[in-house]
């Protein structure tokens, strides 16, 4: 197909992955399933189908990896009967703590994230900030506070010609 010039879609990749863990091929159908990640969109959907089939094959490390996968995904979550189904096949294995650990990880890493962005956003605030009292220093003839200085001793200020 690919060296005819065509290009597989969503829908073939699943009808190839379906097949395959039909035909109990699981690692070459994470294998394709790898490809449809780097190339494709995919939904909870998609990953439902495998991640059951590498559950039920007991391959647990390729589950954790494929959890990994759908945590970075922002539009694909781990919603509840997937966390649960993955959950149970973890614990019959005794190592439900990978996962755990995953789930860890990723909270952490959305509130480092969160705190970058806050941190951004103030320092973005104070840019702006300052950038407004300096134009309102100049529309006010305050020359003096843009350069740091503190108000003639006398409380005059000095008329905008003699400060430039």
């Not at 990640?37 to 959907?45: E, G, M, S």
């Not at 998609?46 to 995904?73: G, I, T």
């Not at 781990?78 to 860890?104: C, I, P, Q, T």
């Amino acid at each position: 197909m690919v060296e005819s010039g065509l290009k597989p879609n969503l829908a073939t990749y699943n009808k190839v992955v379906d097949g395959l863990i039909k035909t109990g091929k699981i690692d070459e159908a994470n294998g394709f399933f790898s490809q449809m990640i780097v190339k494709l969109r995919l939904d909870a959907a998609n990953y439902e189908v495998m991640l059951r089939a590498l559950c039920e094959a007991a391959k647990l490390y390729e589950v954790l990896k494929l959890v990994s996968e759908m945590l970075k995904d922002e539009k694909v979550g781990l919603n509840s009967e997937m966390d649960e189904f993955v959950r149970d096949a973890l614990r019959k294995e005794g190592r439900e703590g990978g996962l755990l650990k995953l789930l860890e990880d990723k909270e952490r890493e959305e509130r480092e994230k969160a705190v970058a962005l806050a941190k951004k956003a103030a320092e973005e605030a104070e840019a702006e900030a300052a950038k407004a009292a300096k134009a309102s220093a100049l529309a006010a003839g305050e020359t003096y506070l843009l350069f740091g200085d503190t108000k003639p001793s006398n409380g005059t200020v000095p008329p905008l010609s003699l400060v430039w």
